[in-house]
């Protein structure tokens, strides 16, 4: 399982990122780009949100310089997608974006939007809580004989400090597999085409993420859920399909009020390329057909 967007809903986190991250550029006062106030700033960034999404597949969290999660799939990488879109704008000579960043630099040494959205991400101070309904699900069914284990990119201390401060059960405490590195992509792109629409072509999304499935393939997990699906589904459904793992329970889209519908459509709506993903509503989907006492993990 993953952690952010399954145990805990990050919407807060997320919008608090964008607020740093809006912050810093309203901090410059950058009256010559007419860029020292709220309103104006938050005016030209939503115009620059506004334009992203003309290209939805385009932009959002890089790897190896390829895009390794699109910008809209959760509340943290819509910040990340939209720092790769102005660092975009700086390579294409845009005036405000490189004036901006020029400034940045002098001010604050952050060479990139990007480093801003890195910088906006630690700035997060708060507790983390937990999903109550996740929390019941994974204590019931780790009690029930199954074992669940927590693979992610956030650091295992923080997420064992998180199971600690919600009073996970010590007889049905997740164990931990953190700094998974999803997102690290390898050298040799392995395209995932998801859909194809009139609007945009063939929908690739790379799946070659050795260090993620270094972990898959060392746990042979019988079920994976995730909430980001590039992130978590993608090669999951590529090691499925060449047979390497079988996901007997399933591979499950967690759906939130953050989740993308474009997403939810192209991945189960009618002509989806990957019929192997069920969205997952309600933790009642997700209960499996008997109870063992040597389930491998899930």
Known sequence: MDFDGVYTDPTEEGENCSRFFRNKILSLGLSEFNLDSEAKVDSWLGELRARQAASPFSYGWRSEGRVSAFTFEDPFIRNIGLADF???????????????????????????????????????????????????????????????????????????????????????????????????????????????????????????????????????????????FCLDLSLPIRLKREGKLNFKWGIFYRHRDYTPSAMVDLVTGRGTQVPEVTLLREWSQLTPSTTVSNSKPL
């Open 86 to 228: 102005l660092d975009h704008l700086v390579e294409e000579g845009n005036p405000r974006a490189k004036g901006i960043l020029t400034r940045l630099k002098k001010t604050d040494k952050i060479g990139s939007f990007g480093k801003l959205s890195e910088w906006s991400f630690l700035q997060l101070k708060h507790a983390k809580r937990a999903d109550p309904f996740a929390k019941k699900w994974v204590e019931e069914t780790i009690r029930s004989g199954h074992e669940i284990v927590i693979v992610s990119n956030s650091a295992t201390d923080k997420i064992e400090e998180f199971l600690e401060q919600n009073k996970f059960a010590p007889d049905a405490r997740p164990k931990v597999r953190g700094g998974a590195r999803k997102f690290g992509l390898g050298k040799s792109p392995r395209p995932l085409i998801i859909a194809k629409t009139p609007e945009n072509g063939e929908i690739r999304i790379d799946t070659d993420r050795p260090f993620y499935e270094e972990a898959l393939m060392e746990l042979k997990p019988d079920a994976v859920v995730g909430d980001v």
